[in-house]
Structure formats: C-alpha cells, structure tokens
C-alpha cells in the first residue's frame, strides 16, 4: 500500500465516527440542536471541562437530544449530562444526568474518544461512550473500552448487559458490530 493511500485510509477510519454523528445530526433541525446544546453546556458545572464537544443525537422514540461529557477541575474520569426536549424536540428541554462512571476517580484517567447511538428497545436508542483509560500508577499500556446508556423512562442508566462487550474496542465500528447495531 503507498504511503498517500494508507494516510487517506488513516483520515477516513478516523473521521468515519464522526461522519455517522453528523448525519444522524442532520435530521435534527439547526434551531432544534442549537437549542438543546446550548442546555446542555448550561447544566454543566461551573469551570468544568469540556472532555468531548457537545453532540445533538437522534434518541429515536426520545427524539433529539445533546450530550455534554465533562470533567470538573479535580476528577480524573468523566460526568455527562443530556438534554432533551420530547419526540418533536419543541417541548420543554429536561436535563438528565449521566450515572457515575464504575472506575475509581483517581485511579483511573479517562478520555472520551467517540459518542453515538444504537438501537435499544422500544424504538429507542442507547447512547454510547466509547474511551481511552489508563490505571495510574500501573505502569501498563493505555486500553480502551465503553459505556452503554439506556433510557429507563425516568432516568440514564449503566447497561450492564452491553456495556462488558466494549472492553478493548477502539472505534464506532468495532463497537457496533459487538453491539449488534
């Protein structure tokens, strides 16, 4: 393979996660998205730091909605926040935490790396987060591995059931294909 090829091939295998965002993106309409991002960013904690950039995500059945990942000043993980504003997206918009991540703050640095949807029940979709970690102090290589967020009609929570399957998976691909989405 020459050297152009497997640069351009390097570009779009990166791009490809975020290509899938925009065009799930794209049905949302501009003032709808807009709207919920800038929620979204509001719920985030004073002097936190962005972690991912604020993506509008179709939720299927919960229709559009923006995620926000962050880190406050001392936390080595990450928190999530989304906003959503009913089927139409003209409702109310409701900000929903994200539940705690299960790695010890501290111990593990963590770095969001991808965030998309896949299909979940009742026409809904799941978010997922897919991340970087490395266990400080343990001197083993940096690995990778994800969150699956479903919606349970209240609240976000941790999918135990999916969520195992991301261990070691790097991209959306990867991640989809273990998912079955």
Same mark, same amino acid.
């Given at each position: 393979?020459?050297?152009? @090829?497997?640069?351009? @091939?390097?570009?779009?295998? *990166?791009?490809?996660?975020?290509?899938?965002?925009?065009?799930?993106?794209?049905?949302?309409?501009?003032?709808?998205?807009?709207?919920?991002?800038?929620?979204?960013?509001?719920?985030?904690?004073?002097?936190?730091?962005?972690?991912?950039?604020? @993506?509008?995500?179709?939720?299927?059945?919960?229709?559009?909605?923006?995620?926000?990942?962050?880190?406050?000043?001392?936390?080595?993980?990450?928190?999530?926040?989304?906003?959503?504003?009913?089927?139409?997206?003209?409702?109310?918009?409701?900000?929903?935490?994200?539940?705690? =991540?299960?790695?010890?703050?501290?111990?593990?640095?963590?770095?969001?790396?991808?965030?998309?949807?896949?299909?979940?029940?009742?026409?809904?979709?799941?978010? =997922?987060?897919?991340?970087?970690?490395?266990?400080?102090?343990?001197?083993?290589?940096?690995?990778?591995?994800?969150? =699956?967020?479903?919606?349970?009609?209240?609240?976000?929570?941790?999918?135990?059931?999916?969520?195992?399957?991301?261990?070691? =998976?790097?991209?959306?691909?990867?991640?989809? *294909?273990?998912?079955?989405?």
């Amino acid at each position: 393979m020459n050297r152009n @090829l497997a640069i351009a @091939l390097c570009f779009a295998l *990166a791009a490809a996660p975020l290509a899938a965002a925009a065009a799930s993106a794209a049905a949302i309409p501009a003032a709808v998205a807009e709207r919920l991002k800038d929620a979204a960013r509001k719920a985030e904690p004073k002097g936190a730091e962005e972690k991912h950039p604020v @993506l509008a995500l179709d939720l299927g059945a919960l229709g559009p909605a923006a995620l926000a990942l962050y880190a406050r000043e001392d936390q080595s993980t990450y928190s999530g926040v989304v906003a959503m504003a009913g089927p139409a997206g003209s409702g109310p918009v409701r900000t929903v935490a994200l539940p705690p =991540v299960e790695e010890i703050e501290g111990r593990f640095e963590m770095t969001p790396t991808a965030v998309f949807t896949t299909p979940d029940a009742g026409g809904r979709k799941a978010l =997922v987060v897919l991340y970087s970690y490395y266990i400080n102090g343990s001197g083993q290589p940096e690995d990778n591995a994800g969150y =699956v967020y479903a919606w349970d009609g209240r609240a976000w929570r941790i999918d135990e059931a999916r969520t195992p399957r991301l261990a070691g =998976v790097k991209s959306a691909k990867a991640a989809r *294909a273990k998912l079955g989405g």
